[in-house]
């Protein structure tokens, strides 16, 4: 068995939704200050890096992190979709580039968008995921749990209004389906098998960082 990485590791350059939030990693204890053992503190929005979003996100009665056991993120039939950005600045249906599987339970948008990361491009000029599509997506991926891709969010500025309606659309639907944020596909090999996505498991908190491993 080997795993791929599909998130990024955070750090304090991690880019952030609409340039907003930032990571802080400082030193607590250090060796060299004659303390027994090294530790740090780390500040962070709940919201940045790869990220997956759950129901609470958008309702208040919805689900939260902690709601999903380790054996709901496993997911046994992947499927990743290149999506051509060339014409349109957009996921959808006129931009992906192959057949949906319908009997996918996690599907994975890959724009390549991740080359412009370190960049304000990323964070200011990503494509729209088109609410039409998320329809599309309900009722068709009868199985479909969750949905990744390689933009920050669902939710572009170009389009804010299709953003929060494709939010709604898949964490309200009667089987909720989870969205990971920022996922890193550079390394995504068509001979994985299984995801597991691996949250940091904080109560109370609607959604949280995650990582996310394709299994061979």
Same mark, same amino acid.
């Given at each position: 068995?080997?795993?791929?990485?599909?998130?990024?590791?955070?750090?304090?350059?991690?880019?952030?939704?609409?340039?907003?939030?930032?990571?802080?990693?400082?030193?607590?204890?250090?060796?060299?200050?004659?303390?027994?053992?090294?530790?740090?503190?780390?500040?962070?929005?709940?919201?940045?890096?790869?990220?997956?979003?759950?129901?609470?996100?958008?309702?208040? +009665?919805? =689900?939260? &992190?902690? !709601? %999903?056991?380790?054996?709901?993120?496993? @997911?046994?039939?992947?499927? $990743?979709?290149?999506?051509?950005?060339?014409?349109?600045?957009?996921?959808?249906?006129?931009?992906?580039?192959?057949?949906?599987?319908?009997?996918?339970?996690?599907?994975?948008?890959?724009?390549?968008?991740?080359?412009?990361?370190? +960049?304000? =491009?990323? &964070?200011? !000029? %990503?494509?729209?995921?088109?609410?039409? @599509?998320?329809?599309?997506? $309900?009722?068709?991926?009868?199985?479909?749990?969750?949905?990744?891709?390689?933009?920050?969010?669902?939710?572009?500025?170009?389009?804010?209004?299709?953003?929060?309606?494709?939010?709604?659309?898949?964490?309200?639907?009667?089987?909720?389906?989870?969205?990971?944020?920022?996922?890193?596909?550079?390394?995504?090999?068509?001979?994985?098998?299984?995801?597991?996505?691996?949250?940091?498991?904080?109560?109370?908190?609607?959604?949280?960082?995650?990582?996310?491993?394709?299994?061979?």
């Amino acid at each position: 068995m080997k795993f791929i990485q599909l998130s990024y590791n955070m750090n304090e350059n991690t880019p952030s939704y609409g340039g907003r939030h930032k990571v802080s990693i400082k030193p607590f204890e250090k060796i060299k200050n004659g303390n027994t053992a090294n530790s740090y503190k780390v500040h962070f929005y709940n919201h940045i890096g790869t990220h997956i979003d759950c129901p609470n996100h958008f309702f208040n +009665s919805g =689900k939260k &992190i902690t !709601d %999903y056991s380790i054996n709901d993120l496993l @997911f046994n039939n992947p499927q $990743i979709i290149d999506v051509d950005l060339s014409k349109k600045n957009e996921i959808s249906s006129k931009t992906i580039l192959s057949e949906i599987n319908k009997n996918a339970d996690i599907i994975l948008f890959r724009t390549f968008f991740s080359k412009y990361r370190h +960049s304000k =491009k990323y &964070i200011n !000029d %990503y494509p729209v995921f088109t609410s039409e @599509f998320v329809c599309f997506l $309900i009722k068709e991926c009868v199985n479909l749990r969750t949905i990744g891709f390689d933009i920050i969010s669902l939710t572009s500025p170009i389009n804010k209004d299709e953003g929060k309606k494709a939010h709604q659309l898949l964490l309200g639907n009667e089987k909720p389906i989870l969205i990971i944020e920022d996922m890193n596909l550079e390394n995504y090999t068509n001979n994985i098998k299984n995801i597991l996505v691996a949250p940091f498991n904080f109560e109370k908190i609607d959604s949280a960082p995650c990582n996310v491993y394709g299994i061979i």
